[in-house]
């Protein structure tokens, strides 16, 4: 299993930006998918975005053309660049690590959008 540590959180002003930045050890790291999420209070957690082995990318239409994801696979390290943020972004963002039957996740970065 692949360990999972995310970065990056924060306070913002809408129409702001931030990089979230997950730090991944403990395994092969190139070989798993990697995914967003994010769970604001109240709320059940919702996929983000998708980022696969090949470079890939995948986004939940409410983030779409705001949001960008990545991975350094020499740094074992995937990436969620946000930009024009705004107060319906606030929430807890988890960095989601998956391959085959195993997944794993991180604890959790608060990013939270003032209007």
């Known amino acids: 299993q692949v360990q999972l540590v995310e970065s990056g959180g924060g306070l913002v002003q809408a129409g702001g930006s931030l990089r979230l930045s997950c730090a991944a050890s403990?395994?092969?790291?190139?070989?798993?998918?990697m995914r967003w999420y994010r769970q604001a209070p109240g709320k059940q957690r919702e996929w983000v975005a998708a980022?696969?082995?090949?470079?890939?990318?995948n986004y939940a239409d409410s983030v779409k053309g705001r949001f960008t994801i990545s991975r350094d696979n020499a740094k074992n390290t995937v990436s969620l660049e946000m930009n024009s943020l705004k107060p319906e972004d606030t929430a807890v963002y988890y960095c989601?690590?998956?391959?085959?039957?195993?997944?794993?996740w991180g604890q959790g970065t608060q990013v939270t959008v003032s209007s």
């Open positions: 980022i696969d082995i090949l470079g890939g990318t």
């Open positions: 989601n690590a998956a391959r085959g039957s195993s997944t794993s």
């Open positions: 403990g395994s092969i790291f190139r070989s798993y998918l």
